[in-house]
Each structure stands twice: as structure tokens, then as C-alpha cells.
């Protein structure tokens, strides 16, 4: 499986447009070579290197294996987890200082997750244990100026 953005290449710039200094919306995602057999998808979008450990700025859970394109700002149907913004959608890169590298990480589950919309992250990675048949990461930077 595979993760990529019209946007920006794996490892570049994330364009200021996704984050708090421009529209704050997500950006156009590509996910392919879904495996057979996969009933959902999951995102989790992170920076790890935020100052007070890693910062979660999306979680997304049950997408429909078949949805391979996001397109930007989409409003994704599915549930949504509390993000550390603490709200339930997509918070753009907004590093405090110096540039901090942003994971948007697809996973293909063999399930879909029984959890509540609004769930934490760590109550998504606990009920996706035993169920991801692949994963992906496409990784951009950011650094304010």
C-alpha cells in the first residue's frame, strides 16, 4: 500500500495552504495497492517532533477501502477522533519553532472498528491491534517563517 500527495513529495515542504499559517484544510491524499481483503481504512496524521511529545493533528477511522482519493479540504465521512487541538478534525502543521517532519499514516484494516466517533487516538490503536494488514506513511515538513 501506498500514500502519496499531488501536493507535496514525500519527505518535501508541506504547502503553507494545509496549515494554521494559510487554510488550515487537509491535503489531496493518493492511497493505492489497497490489499485485498481490507474492510476500512484509518489515518492518523502526527508530529513527532513536538516539544511535549508527539502532537496528533488527525484521526480518521472506518473510510471505505475503495476510497482512493481525497481531494483538498474534503470533509471525510467517517469518524473522526479527538485530535490534541482537541477537536474532532483536521489540524494543519503549526510548529512552534524550527521545522517539525508531519506523518500522515493509512492503515488497511481487515475490519470495521466498533469505537465511538470521538475516541482518542490510543483508543484507535487499541482496536486496530491484530487488524492492520498493511500501512503507509508519506512524511512532509514544516517550519513557520
Known amino acids: ?23 488550515d484544510v487537509s491535503p489531496p491524499l493518493a492511497i493505492s495497492d489497497v490489499p485485498n ?4 481504512l ?21 473510510i471505505p477501502p475503495q476510497k482512493s482519493e481525497f481531494t483538498t479540504g474534503e470533509k ?5 477522533g479527538k485530535t490534541s ?25 481487515d475490519t470495521m472498528l466498533e ?5 482518542s487516538r490510543n483508543g484507535l490503536e487499541k482496536a486496530m491491534m491484530g487488524h492492520i494488514l498493511s500501512e503507509s506513511a508519506l512524511m512532509g515538513k514544516y517550519s513557520r517563517r
Request: charged share 20%.
Open 76 to 80: 471525510i465521512q467517517a469518524p473522526h
Open 1 to 23: 500500500m501506498k500514500v502519496t500527495s499531488s501536493a507535496f513529495e514525500d519527505g518535501g515542504p508541506i504547502p503553507s495552504e494545509f496549515t494554521c499559517d494559510g487554510q
Open 37 to 40: 481483503g481490507a474492510k476500512s
Open 115 to 119: 469505537i465511538k466517533d470521538g475516541s
Open 85 to 109: 487541538f482537541g477537536r474532532k478534525s483536521y489540524g494543519g502543521p503549526c510548529p512552534p519553532g524550527g521545522t517539525h517532519r508531519y506523518f500522515f499514516k493509512v492503515f488497511a484494516l
Open 42 to 62: 484509518a489515518i492518523i496524521m502526527d508530529d513527532p517532533d513536538a516539544p511535549m511529545g508527539t502532537f496528533t493533528h488527525w484521526v480518521v477511522w472506518n
